[in-house]
C-alpha cells in the first residue's frame, strides 16, 4: 500500500514552497526505502518549479541531491541493507536493458530515464516526488552507499553538482592529469568542485572568472592560478594554453574566447548552460583542431567511482545548512548568487503538520 509522506513543495507553478502531504508508492521486490536526513538544493529545483522548463507535474516536489538512512529493502535488494547510509542522485529508475543502460550511462537511457522528480514512474505511470521530504522510495539501481568516512552532512550536494562536474573530466581523463593545463569557466555550485576535482587529479587548475575579487577565493579552492575573462590582455595572454575547458557557466553565453584559449586538440565541455547558444565560428574549432561539447550529470559507474575519490580525498563541496522552513529565503540568495557554494538542508528540522 501507497504511504504518506510529508514533504516542502508547490501546489502552483511559480509559488513558494510550503508544507505538503503526498503519497509514496509501496516497495517493489528491487526498491529501497529511504529516511532523509540531508537535501542539498540545485538550481533546477528553481528552475522546475518555477515552470522555467515547462509546466511542472504538481504537486512539485523538487530536490536530488539525497542523503539518508535505509530503512527497508525489497526481497531482492542485494547491495545494502537497513541501517545503512546511502546517496540518491538526479535519476531513479531506467530500463537497464538497452545499450546506454548497459554501458554504464542510465541517464542517457534509449527508452528515458526516470529523474527523481517530476517525471512519470516508468510503470504505474505517478509523479516522482524529491528530496525535500521525509522519506523516498528508489530502485536499488540508483541507491548508491555512501563510504564509511564520507560525512554525510555534507556529501548530498555531489550527487548532482559532484557528479555534472567530475564526469567529462573522466571522459576526457587524457587531458586532465599531471602535466596538463585545465581551466574552470564559473565559480558556482559546479564550477568549485570542477577546480577541487581538477586539482585533486593532478593539473594545472585556472579559474576563469568575470572578477578579479574572486582570485583569492578561488586559490583557496585549489586553482593554481586566476584568469579574468574581462582582462583583453589577460585573454589574449592565454591564447592556445588549455588542454581541457570545464565551462560550468549556467546561462547561455558567447563561448566563442573561450575556445581560443584551447591548444591543439583541446577540449572544451559544457555542463552548465541549458539553453541556445550564440553562433560559433567554424574557423575557431578547425584552427588546432578544437572540439567543444556537452555532458549531463554522470551514470551509475562514474557516481561510485566519483564517491570514493571524494572519500580517499577528503573532498567535500563547499556548503551552507539551512532549516526546511528556511528554504524559500534560500532560493532567493541562490538566485543573487549569495551563496558559497551550496546550500544543503538539514531534513532533522522537517516539521510535522497537523
Given at each position: 500500500?501507497?504511504?504518506?509522506?510529508?514533504?516542502?513543495?508547490?501546489?502552483?507553478?511559480?509559488?513558494?514552497?510550503?508544507?505538503?502531504?503526498?503519497?509514496r508508492r509501496d516497495l517493489r521486490p528491487d526498491d529501497v526505502a529511504?529516511?532523509?536526513?540531508?537535501?542539498?538544493?540545485?538550481?533546477?529545483?528553481?528552475?522546475?518549479?518555477?515552470?522555467?522548463?515547462?509546466?511542472?507535474?504538481?504537486?512539485?516536489?523538487?530536490?536530488?541531491?539525497?542523503?539518508?538512512?535505509?530503512?527497508?529493502?525489497?526481497?531482492?535488494?542485494?547491495?545494502?541493507?537497513?541501517?545503512?547510509?546511502?546517496?540518491?542522485?538526479?535519476?531513479?529508475?531506467?530500463?537497464?536493458?538497452?545499450?546506454?543502460?548497459?554501458?554504464?550511462?542510465?541517464?542517457?537511457?534509449?527508452?528515458?530515464?526516470?529523474?527523481?522528480?517530476?517525471?512519470?514512474?516508468?510503470?504505474?505511470?505517478?509523479?516522482?516526488?524529491?528530496?525535500?521530504?521525509?522519506?523516498?522510495?528508489?530502485?536499488?539501481?540508483?541507491?548508491?552507499?555512501?563510504?564509511?568516512?564520507?560525512?554525510?552532512?555534507?556529501?548530498?550536494?555531489?550527487?548532482?553538482?559532484?557528479?555534472?562536474?567530475?564526469?567529462?573530466?573522466?571522459?576526457?581523463?587524457?587531458?586532465?592529469?599531471?602535466?596538463?593545463?585545465?581551466?574552470?569557466?564559473?565559480?558556482?555550485?559546479?564550477?568549485?568542485?570542477?577546480?577541487?576535482?581538477?586539482?585533486?587529479?593532478?593539473?594545472?587548475?585556472?579559474?576563469?572568472?568575470?572578477?578579479?575579487?574572486?582570485?583569492?577565493?578561488?586559490?583557496?579552492?585549489?586553482?593554481?592560478?586566476?584568469?579574468?575573462?574581462?582582462?583583453?590582455?589577460?585573454?589574449?595572454?592565454?591564447?592556445?594554453?588549455?588542454?581541457?575547458?570545464?565551462?560550468?557557466?549556467?546561462?547561455?553565453?558567447?563561448?566563442?574566447?573561450?575556445?581560443?584559449?584551447?591548444?591543439?586538440?583541446?577540449?572544451?565541455?559544457?555542463?552548465?548552460?541549458?539553453?541556445?547558444?550564440?553562433?560559433?565560428?567554424?574557423?575557431?574549432?578547425?584552427?588546432?583542431?578544437?572540439?567543444?561539447?556537452?555532458?549531463?550529470?554522470?551514470?551509475?559507474?562514474?557516481?561510485?567511482?566519483?564517491?570514493?575519490?571524494?572519500?580517499?580525498?577528503?573532498?567535500?563541496?563547499?556548503?551552507?545548512?539551512?532549516?526546511?522552513?528556511?528554504?524559500?529565503?534560500?532560493?532567493?540568495?541562490?538566485?543573487?548568487?549569495?551563496?558559497?557554494?551550496?546550500?544543503?538542508?538539514?531534513?532533522?528540522?522537517?516539521?510535522?503538520?497537523?
Amino acid at each position: 500500500m501507497p504511504t504518506q509522506a510529508l514533504g516542502w513543495g508547490t501546489r502552483t507553478p511559480g509559488q513558494t514552497l510550503e508544507p505538503i502531504r503526498f503519497e509514496r508508492r509501496d516497495l517493489r521486490p528491487d526498491d529501497v526505502a529511504i529516511r532523509i536526513t540531508y537535501a542539498g538544493i540545485c538550481h533546477s529545483d528553481l528552475h522546475h518549479c518555477r515552470g522555467d522548463w515547462g509546466t511542472p507535474r504538481l504537486p512539485a516536489i523538487p530536490g536530488h541531491e539525497i542523503v539518508g538512512e535505509v530503512t527497508a529493502v525489497g526481497p531482492e535488494v542485494t547491495r545494502v541493507k537497513v541501517g545503512d547510509t546511502v546517496a540518491v542522485g538526479t535519476i531513479v529508475d531506467s530500463c537497464l536493458q538497452c545499450r546506454e543502460c548497459k554501458d554504464g550511462w542510465e541517464q542517457f537511457c534509449l527508452e528515458g530515464a526516470t529523474y527523481t522528480y517530476g517525471h512519470p514512474d516508468r510503470h504505474d505511470g505517478s509523479v516522482t516526488c524529491g528530496g525535500y521530504s521525509d522519506h523516498i522510495i528508489t530502485r536499488e539501481h540508483f541507491v548508491f552507499g555512501l563510504p564509511a568516512n564520507l560525512d554525510p552532512a555534507r556529501a548530498a550536494p555531489l550527487l548532482c553538482a559532484g557528479i555534472t562536474s567530475w564526469s567529462p573530466l573522466r571522459q576526457y581523463k587524457e587531458h586532465v592529469a599531471p602535466g596538463k593545463q585545465v581551466a574552470v569557466a564559473g565559480i558556482g555550485g559546479l564550477g568549485h568542485l570542477g577546480v577541487k576535482f581538477a586539482a585533486a587529479l593532478g593539473a594545472e587548475v585556472t579559474a576563469i572568472t568575470t572578477s578579479a575579487a574572486k582570485a583569492e577565493e578561488a586559490q583557496r579552492l585549489g586553482a593554481h592560478h586566476v584568469l579574468v575573462s574581462t582582462d583583453k590582455e589577460q585573454m589574449k595572454a592565454a591564447r592556445s594554453k588549455f588542454d581541457f575547458i570545464l565551462d560550468t557557466i549556467p546561462v547561455g553565453h558567447d563561448v566563442q574566447p573561450y575556445l581560443g584559449l584551447l591548444r591543439r586538440a583541446g577540449r572544451m565541455v559544457i555542463v552548465g548552460a541549458i539553453e541556445p547558444l550564440p553562433p560559433i565560428h567554424g574557423g575557431l574549432l578547425i584552427s588546432n583542431n578544437r572540439a567543444i561539447g556537452g555532458s549531463g550529470v554522470g551514470g551509475v559507474p562514474e557516481t561510485v567511482e566519483m564517491l570514493d575519490f571524494c572519500a580517499e580525498h577528503q573532498l567535500y563541496p563547499e556548503v551552507e545548512t539551512i532549516r526546511m522552513d528556511e528554504v524559500n529565503h534560500a532560493w532567493e540568495r541562490m538566485e543573487k548568487g549569495d551563496v558559497r557554494y551550496r546550500f544543503v538542508i538539514d531534513m532533522s528540522t522537517l516539521e510535522p503538520t497537523a
